[in-house]
């Protein structure tokens, strides 16, 4: 008497529910070059961001040349997530955990922090000065992480084809060059997902 009902039924819950695919993501490249907008436009949730402004203070370690309009800067990470959906319904999609780096060289000692668990690292450039993004892709090549470049189309940038561009920043046979406008979400999104291909044909490959 008062004991439940044995016939209670269990949580409904599948024995195996297809869980997405998580992966760290990390979008770098120089001060100014439009991280924090890419993140910010493709995450699916309000982005975290840390930005702060630039003062005088910081004009004997922050490095402007080319960015002079720029009033904040990225002082810890972004953060935002995007789901990628499958065509197959059935497959459970691929879920990409943002996290924009910080563009100031005095942020180069968290670079092992912020790449610790990344799959992959979306470098951008900017065609006013492509020497600015070589140090990045330095750090990405020495840590042997797969990446793609993806060239931020701001007003003023002199326009390359992809051969020229390719050639100017020296890159690897494999990794992908892509166009994008940070500020435009399914640039960002395209960029993004030149990524995740290219990541997925590693792995297989590995
Ligand atoms: N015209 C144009 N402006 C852009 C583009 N991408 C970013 N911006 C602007 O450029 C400025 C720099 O963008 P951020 O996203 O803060 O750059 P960041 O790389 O995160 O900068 P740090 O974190 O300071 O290194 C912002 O004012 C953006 O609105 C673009 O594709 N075209
Ligand atoms: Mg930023």
């Known amino acids: 008497m008062g004991s439940a009902p044995s016939d209670t039924p269990a949580l409904a819950v599948p024995r195996s529910v297809p869980r997405p695919v998580q992966l760290k993501i990390v979008v770098a490249g120089p001060f100014g070059v439009g991280k924090t907008t890419l993140v910010g436009v493709a995450s699916e949730i309000a982005a975290l961001t840390t930005e702060e402004t630039l003062t005088q203070a910081g004009a004997v370690v922050d490095d402007l ?66 020497e600015a993004s070589f140090d990045v892709l330095d750090l990405v ?52 997902i030149t990524l995740v291909e290219h990541i997925k044909e590693q792995v297989l490959s590995s």
Do not use: M
């Open 65 to 130: 040349s080319g960015v002079r309009s720029k009033t904040t800067t990225t002082v810890g990470i972004d953060f935002g997530r995007l789901t990628l959906r499958a065509a197959d319904p059935a497959h459970p999609g691929v879920v990409l955990f943002l996290i924009g780096a910080p563009g100031q060289d005095r942020f180069r000692a968290l670079w092992d922090e912020l790449t610790y668990g990344a799959l992959g690292v979306l470098v951008l450039a900017d065609t006013r000065r492509f």
């Open 141 to 192: 090549e020495v840590r042997g992480l797969p990446y793609a470049v993806a060239v931020n189309q701001f007003d003023d940038s002199p326009t390359y084809t992809l051969g020229e561009l390719r050639r100017a920043l020296d890159l690897a046979d494999r990794a992908p060059l892509t166009l994008c406008d940070a500020r435009d979400r399914a640039s960002a999104r395209d960029a993004l």
